[in-house]
């Protein structure tokens, strides 16, 4: 008896869970517009993308971390960017030539 044992291709693998994916994607973007009308988000992600119960909460809050990072690091920014105006303002104000004729008005043409 001849009997064959092949082995998993990873790139072959890979190539083709890439490809369902871009699809499933190619797909959730074509819905996008019945989302929420006709489609639930939770309907979408158990039937087009195909995320388990358990995806779905992993994937939730890695969001809902991913969010919280992002509002930090906001924050920082904007305070810097606040102090950064500010101080921007303030050298304006400082050293900006001042005007020293007005422009003519249309009354002082006639």
């Known amino acids: 008896m001849l009997r064959f044992d092949f082995l998993e291709d990873n790139h072959f693998s890979e190539l083709k869970d890439n490809e369902i994916l871009a699809q499933r994607i190619q797909m959730l973007q074509s819905m996008e ?3 929420g009308t006709y489609y639930s988000k939770d309907w979408v992600r158990k039937n087009v993308l195909n995320q388990s119960d358990d995806e ?5 809050r890695d ?3 991913e969010e919280e990072e992002h509002y930090t690091a906001a924050a920082r920014k904007g305070t810097i960017a606040g102090v950064t105006q500010t101080a921007q303002q303030s050298y304006l104000q400082q050293y900006a030539p001042q005007e020293t004729e007005e422009a003519p008005t249309k009354q002082d043409e006639e």
């Open 33 to 35: 517009a019945y989302i």
């Open 56 to 60: 779905i909460k992993e994937i939730d």
């Open 63 to 65: 969001i809902n971390g």
